[in-house]
């Protein structure tokens, strides 16, 4: 024991999980009996290999016939048996049966145990099938209470006395199970107390040591004369300190922070920094204190890595999160749990105890410790954003009336967007004002609204923005590129029309809304020089930026500018143009073609164009024919333009996001980790129509023309239905390791509306085109966001509905995406039918913390046969079925735990 004097919250930690003295000739038997359990199960791991394996194999579905069960030298002696069972039940619990049949810790530590007592062999050479069958019960209950142990003191690294009431409970199950018809049966059949004597039956090992841990009573004092052999043995093994290991869990004191750290989980704030000394227990059992410790606790998403850790992850010595897999190397070696995956579950106790443990179900602590339910960190798998107006007030005089009056009025929606529990606000941040002269970079205005954001605790989406403001559906505002850019890109592509670098439609009109790809060799340096600059102006606020858009094309959206304002009669829901006329394009094209073919002569009897020229390699004259006689599906030339069309998009958004991902997601970046995302636009329309439930497709002239298809290939589920170019390149830009680099994460813009929409001639399929753009994205194994396309939408209860069953919940895990980013904020906050939706989706997305809607099995747990409960009733996990005596009392039993 630690002698402390004075009452501290410290002091009394270590008195409640220390081994005590409860009863005067018990506490150094439970102290013993630790101190085996614990060098029995650190000697002997190697010797788990075999019995994991069978019982793999009938988890697997193998039939028994065909398992051999564990060699009789496996179990040459008790503790050895004893070290192999818990060690194979934490395994199958943590890494099998949890997942592969969805059962609760305990379940499936009481349904692992007792497989694995129903395969073990006796000194009379071990019992058949049936025998094993009928003797589950308590192999269950004892196997439990030793693997529980094990377990405890183990993989899920819990100390002092949550370790205690684990065993307790478990101890309970196996007296329960001994007592029962079928353990009376069992005991005088294989001679329970002369198996466990000669040390060669794992059952008979697992019910003595189960009545060992309940505390040296009744039934263990039947070999109790073996402890003297059992300590012994332990003694020659070279116990090494208990180390948390991935899945495993913590227990530490909190020694400043606690008032804190129960706000932070009711607020779902990013995160908080505290003081905790952990919970250590040496190889003789005993419990101590480490040193004094400062930790950040923080939400972290499946999405987010090192980018986003506020800045006292930078000092302190501790981080707890999800997906420490996301952070680089040395953040993960700050981390509580390492290089463990996935969720991370935080739970506070009486005593400022904390408690954090990794698994992908929450550990059930009930009665244990006073420890409440469990708060995953991570705010949940989904997250819900709003886009702010294009522009608040005037960005050249934000002192003016009328800029206050608009900062004014963007605080109040800031705070209806946090009361709605929304999780951040999605900002364009325009080219056209942050650079007016060439190299000179002003971020002063969006500094302002940022820090607004933060203030009010939301998240910042920033959205590189190197397209032009104006001349498209909801744009209200005029903020054209730079004005010094075009004749600057015009020199580096070393002619003298301004114009070179825009693109020039099948019209002949020319875009001033974005450059166009094929400048991207000259053009490339005016993204990266701004890219920079964003990196070292926003260093400070990286850990509240959940994600940095970058705009591939007109609108922000990764398309051509087929049907925007420059050019007449292209309009939803009309073909478009074609946006492929430049001089720049039309070179592009003839050197595509030539390098596919070989020569001119190759591309002329591909094309089955005699005497074609290198120079009359060009973009389809006659448009309308072209779509009309549907050659872009039909013909060879036709299929090849469109492939080269799409190709030349897909390379242009690999350019960009490359770019980005090299600057932003570089190793000494404050960004890395943080979510690079892109937008893919929803054209929907001359998509097809809905007869008799089948979906039947047009010409989809729409969507080729804005460069998203190819048409070589027959559109269908193996090709994202002519969108695998674009997930294809999603796909290669992704880190090839979490943690060294930032995802890159497609956002689809058209959740919303419904398939039909606007009558037979428009041919719309909007709802068609979301559920299997996510489906393909899935398919690719892409994460993949989404936007409403219109914010006149959100008035509409309709479109909420749809996009309700598109989007991941807890509850709707297989759906498809990630994050809905609602366009505007005003049309949510100060919409009733947006507020009232909002809430209720925000209901699904983001449960109260507490028990895991996504998990059945936690909210219904395995009863704890505690004095005063009622006898539980028999159980069923997957056909097998647990029954106990119903006229058993446990709390008449010898040695039942207090």
Request: net charge neutral; proline share 6%.
């Amino acid at each position: 024991m630690v002698a402390n004097s004075a009452d501290t919250s410290e002091n009394l930690a270590v008195k409640h999980g220390a081994i005590e003295k409860e009863t005067s000739g018990s506490s150094s038997l439970r102290a013993e009996v630790f101190d085996f359990a614990s060098s029995a199960i650190k000697g002997f791991a190697h010797d788990v290999i075999k019995p994991v394996t069978g019982i793999k194999q009938i988890i697997s579905g193998k039939p028994a016939a065909e398992i051999d069960p564990p060699s009789a030298e496996q179990h040459k002696s008790g503790y050895i048996a004893g070290a192999m069972a818990g060690q194979a039940l934490d395994f199958l619990v943590a890494q099998v049966v949890t997942k592969k049949l969805g059962l609760g810790v305990r379940a499936a530590t009481i349904f692992t145990s007792g497989t694995l007592a129903a395969l073990a062999p006796t000194e009379a050479g071990g019992l058949d099938l049936k025998e094993r069958t009928e003797n589950f019960t308590v192999g269950a209950g004892a196997m439990a209470a030793y693997g529980g142990a094990g377990s405890a003191l183990k993989s899920f690294g819990l100390r002092g006395t949550l370790a205690k009431g684990v065993i307790r409970e478990a101890s309970a199950g196996a007296f329960a199970g001994a007592i029962s018809a079928q353990g009376n049966s069992l005991l005088k059949t294989h001679h329970f107390a002369d198996a466990s004597t000669t040390g060669e039956s794992m059952l008979g090992w697992a019910a003595t040591g189960a009545a060992f841990h309940a505390g040296g009573k009744g039934l263990g004092r039947l070999s109790s004369e073996l402890m003297p052999e059992v300590l012994s043995r332990a003694g020659k093994l070279e116990p090494t300190a208990l180390k948390p290991e991935a899945g495993a869990s913590r227990e530490f004191v909190i020694t400043s922070g606690k008032e804190a750290l129960e706000d932070f989980k009711r607020s779902r704030d990013r995160g908080l920094s505290v003081q905790v000394r952990e919970l250590l227990t040496d190889e003789n059992g005993k419990v101590n204190l480490g040193d004094r410790k400062s930790m950040l606790v923080q939400h972290l998403s499946a999405r987010e890595g090192d980018g986003r850790l506020l800045p006292a992850a930078k000092t302190a010595d501790l981080l707890a999160s999800c997906n420490p897999e996301n952070l680089s190397e040395a953040n993960q070696a700050k981390h509580v749990f390492g290089k463990a995956e996935g969720n991370v579950w935080l739970y506070t106790g009486k005593n400022n105890r904390l408690l954090l443990t990794a698994s992908d179900v929450p550990v059930d602590v009930t009665n244990v410790n006073g420890y409440k339910q469990p708060f995953k960190l991570n705010r949940g798998e989904t997250t819900v954003n709003v886009m702010s107006d294009l522009l608040i007030g005037d960005p050249t005089n934000m002192d003016s009336d009328k800029s206050k009056a608009a900062l004014a009025d963007f605080r109040r929606q800031l705070v209806e967007t946090k009361k709605l529990r929304m999780d951040g606000v999605s900002m364009d941040f325009w080219w056209g004002l942050i650079e007016k002269e060439q190299g000179k970079y002003d971020f002063s205005y969006f500094h302002k609204l940022t820090d607004e954001v933060i203030k009010a605790g939301l998240d910042v989406t920033t959205v590189l923005s190197f397209h032009q403001c104006g001349g498209n559906v909801g744009d209200t505002e005029n903020i054209p590129l730079p004005k010094w850019m075009w004749g600057d890109l015009a020199k580096k592509i070393g002619v003298t029309d301004w114009r070179a670098g825009m693109y020039k439609s099948e019209q002949g009109n020319y875009s001033p809304e974005y450059i166009q790809p094929w400048a991207d060799a000259h053009a490339k340096a005016y993204y990266s020089d701004l890219m920079i600059a964003f990196r070292q102006s926003f260093a400070s606020k990286a850990p509240f930026i959940s994600e940095v858009n970058v705009s591939l094309g007109p609108s922000g959206e990764m398309r051509y500018p087929s049907y925007n304002s420059h050019d007449m009669g292209v309009g939803y829901p009309t073909r478009g143009a074609m946006q492929a006329s430049s001089d720049l394009a039309q070179a592009d094209l003839r050197r595509w073609a030539v390098q596919r073919y070989g020569d001119i002569n190759g591309v002329a009897k591909a094309w089955n164009i005699p005497d074609l020229t290198v120079d009359n390699i060009r973009p389809p004259s006659d448009p309308k024919l072209f779509y009309d006689r549907n050659d872009h599906i039909n013909t060879q030339y036709g299929r090849d333009f469109m492939d080269w069309y799409n190709e030349s998009l897909v390379n242009h958004g690999k350019l960009v996001l490359g770019t980005a991902q090299s600057i932003l997601g570089a190793a000494d970046s404050p960004f890395l980790g943080t979510p690079i995302g892109a937008k893919v636009p929803g054209v929907h329309w001359r998509m097809g129509w809905i007869d008799g439930g089948q979906v039947h497709l047009s010409d989809r002239s729409a969507e080729a023309n804005a460069g998203l298809i190819q048409t070589s290939v027959p559109w269908g589920p193996n090709n994202a239905w002519g969108y695998q170019n674009i997930l294809n390149m999603f796909k290669q830009l992704q880190p090839a390791k979490p943690g060294t680099s930032s995802p890159v994460i497609p956002s689809y813009t058209c959740l919303e509306l419904s398939d039909g929409q606007d009558g037979p001639n428009a041919q719309s399929l909007p709802h068609t085109a979301a559920l299997r753009f996510g489906q393909a994205a899935k398919t690719w194994g892409l994460e993949v966001d989404a936007e409403n396309a219109l914010s006149g939408t959100l008035y509409s209860g309709s479109s909420w509905d749809s996009m309700t069953g598109l989007m991941k919940t807890p509850l709707d895990p297989s759906n498809y995406y990630s994050k809905l980013t609602l366009l505007r904020m005003h049309d949510v906050v100060d919409n009733p039918v947006g507020r009232d939706k909002v809430t209720h989706f925000l209901d699904r997305v983001h449960p109260q913390w507490g028990a895991d809607p996504g998990n059945p099995t936690f909210r219904m747990p395995l009863p704890v046969y505690h004095a005063q409960t009622v006898p539980p009733p028999a159980v069923n996990f997957n056909n097998i079925e647990l029954k106990l005596d119903p006229n058993l009392k446990p709390e008449l039993l010898p040695g039942f735990p207090p």
